[in-house]
């Protein structure tokens, strides 16, 4: 990992970035009755999950902004030399877990996990494992339509089947606060590109 980065903050060229507050998406509607303030535990940092499709710029974000994050196509790099070995995900995610606690464990401020989150299954357990470690969570949500997804990997030469794609898209469940993200963070693409 390199020295840390600051906390994505986006000004994205080709890509909107919108951060959304807890109070735009669910205000009070109701106030709540007095109680005694719980115990504020000052945060030992955030862990910031990326949430996307295969092709919606994840991976092209974090290096944009010099991050370095801990990475699913990392694992199956070190662990079988191929970024797009598809089998073993019990391996890649439970030692990608492993190396995000080692770093908790270690007090870093600024985590990022780099891997497609799509569904609110997949995201609970990186959140369960960052509050229990007494860490924020912050979510950073590339929403981009799947048909650009998939020209881009077209543009790569990276193949992705298109009945998987239109799966993975069928599964993607945007973030939400009752997550347990403090923050999240939308990457939207340009007009330009989404027009062609
Ligand atoms: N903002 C952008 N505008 C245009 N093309 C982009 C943009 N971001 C990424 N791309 C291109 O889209 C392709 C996929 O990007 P990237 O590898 O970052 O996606 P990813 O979300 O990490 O995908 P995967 O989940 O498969 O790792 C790359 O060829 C990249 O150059
Ligand atoms: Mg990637």
């Avoid at 995201?123 to 470690?133: G, N, P, Q, T, V």
């Avoid at 007494?134 to 193949?159: A, N, S, T, W």
């Amino acid at each position: 990992m390199a020295a840390e980065p600051p906390a994505p903050e986006p000004v994205v060229a080709g890509m909107l970035p919108v951060v959304v507050t807890p109070t735009q998406v669910a205000p009070a509607q109701v106030a709540p009755a007095p109680v005694a303030p719980a115990p504020v535990r000052a945060s030992k940092g955030t862990v910031v999950l990326a949430i996307g499709l295969p092709g919606s710029g994840k991976s092209s974000w974090f290096k944009r902004h010099n991050i370095h994050p801990l990475s699913s196509d990392l694992l199956r790099e070190l662990l079988f030399d191929d970024a797009q070995e598809q089998r073993f995900q019990d391996l890649v995610f439970s030692n990608l877990r492993s190396m995000l606690k080692a770093r908790l464990i270690a007090r870093r401020p600024m985590n990022y996990v780099d891997a497609t989150n799509l569904t609110s299954h997949d995201r609970h357990s990186w959140i369960k494992l960052a509050k229990d470690y007494g860490y924020d969570v912050q979510g950073l949500f590339f929403d981009v339509p799947v048909e650009i997804c998939m020209e881009r990997h077209q543009r790569r030469g990276r193949v992705v089947a298109e009945d998987v794609m239109r799966k993975m898209a069928g599964k993607l469940k945007p973030p939400a606060f009752e997550e347990g993200f403090s923050k999240i963070t939308v990457v939207r693409v340009k007009q330009k590109e989404a027009t062609g």
